[in-house]
């Protein structure tokens, strides 16, 4: 009977460390992978930074030169930098949204990689627990 015993839990120690050993491997992969979507992400928006701030100094150059100093154009600026800021502020709340949802996206398969992960571990830990338990029970009824 002690021997049973022993021999279940060197089993259950080595399933334990095995099991240890492949949520460990499962989560190091899961952050690799976040850190990879998070700085593809990164240089996505930085991306679209520079291109607004590029864009942006553009249509300030062409103001710029539009600009006199009659009171009827200083409306017509006036009139021309309040569409392109509302252009602007469009693009960003645009950009703003893409963002919200590449990081959702990316949340999203965050989440069902650990799932897919501890349901295979807690499968794998199942199936080894049950050839211990049916080992266990095998010896028993032949000791009898």
Same mark, same amino acid.
Request: glycine residues 2%.
């Given at each position: 009977?002690?021997?049973?015993?022993?021999?279940?839990?060197?089993?259950?120690?080595?399933?334990?460390?095995?099991?240890?050993?492949?949520?460990?491997? @499962?989560?190091?992969?899961?952050?690799?992978?976040?850190? @990879? #979507? @998070?700085?593809?992400?990164?240089?996505?928006? !930085?991306?679209?930074? !520079?291109?607004?701030?590029?864009?942006?100094?553009?249509?300030?150059?062409?103001?710029?030169?539009?600009?006199?100093?009659?009171?009827?154009?200083?409306?017509?600026?006036?009139?021309?930098?309040?569409?392109?800021?509302?252009?602007?502020?469009?693009?960003?709340?645009?950009?703003?949204?893409?963002?919200?949802?590449?990081?959702?996206?990316?949340?999203?398969?965050?989440? #069902?990689?650990?799932?897919?992960?501890?349901?295979?571990?807690?499968?794998?830990?199942?199936? @080894?627990?049950?050839?211990?338990?049916?080992?266990?029970?095998?010896?028993?009824?032949?000791?009898?």
């Amino acid at each position: 009977m002690k021997e049973v015993v022993a021999e279940t839990t060197e089993s259950l120690e080595k399933i334990s460390a095995e099991t240890k050993q492949k949520v460990t491997e @499962a989560v190091t992969e899961t952050k690799a992978n976040l850190q @990879a #979507e @998070a700085e593809q992400l990164n240089a996505q928006v !930085q991306d679209q930074v !520079q291109s607004f701030k590029q864009e942006l100094l553009m249509r300030l150059d062409i103001i710029k030169n539009q600009f006199s100093t009659s009171p009827k154009d200083l409306v017509g600026l006036a009139e021309l930098i309040k569409t392109e800021l509302t252009v602007l502020l469009k693009d960003l709340t645009e950009v703003g949204k893409e963002i919200r949802t590449d990081v959702s996206q990316i949340s999203s398969k965050h989440k #069902e990689h650990l799932n897919e992960t501890f349901k295979r571990s807690k499968d794998s830990t199942l199936d @080894a627990w049950k050839k211990v338990v049916n080992k266990v029970e095998d010896e028993s009824s032949s000791k009898s």
